[in-house]
């Protein structure tokens, strides 16, 4: 079966930083080069919204304006697993972190969850003023 695991998660200060993980297993993943990974957030009482992408292709990455300069997304494909790197953390960050990921996914799908298939369970990432 296709899994996706976050991990990294934690409470931390304003100002402070912390690195998500994403480790994707299972024979889906077998080929995971040809997936399209993306960070997603939602918060209490807010819909799930997009963070950061990665392609599948060439490596490109996407951010949501609120990150840039922020936040960074990577891949390490033969680890099957994709990153998070958060700095200058706000309160505003404060979030249950969404791992998903989709096969031969169009840049232009990236930003919309309901593309993605697969995805984590979460990780619940706390900010304090």
């Known amino acids: 079966q296709a899994q996706l695991v976050e991990s990294g998660g934690g409470l931390v200060q304003a100002g402070d930083s912390l690195r998500l993980s994403c480790a994707a297993s299972g024979r889906t993943f077998s080929t995971f080069s040809n997936y399209a990974m993306a960070w997603f957030r939602q918060a209490p009482g807010k819909e799930r919204e997009f963070v950061a992408a990665v392609a599948w292709i060439g490596d490109s990455t996407y951010y949501a304006d609120f990150v840039k300069g922020r936040f960074t997304i990577s891949r390490d494909n033969a680890k099957n697993t994709v990153y998070l790197q958060m700095n200058s953390l706000e309160p505003g960050d404060t979030a249950v972190y969404y791992c998903?990921?989709?096969?031969?996914?169009?840049?232009?799908?990236?930003?919309?969850?309901?593309?993605?298939?697969?995805w984590g369970q979460g990780t619940q990432v706390t900010v304090s003023s």
């Open positions: 998903a990921a989709e096969r031969f996914l169009l840049h232009r799908s990236y930003y919309e969850a309901n593309e993605y298939g697969y």
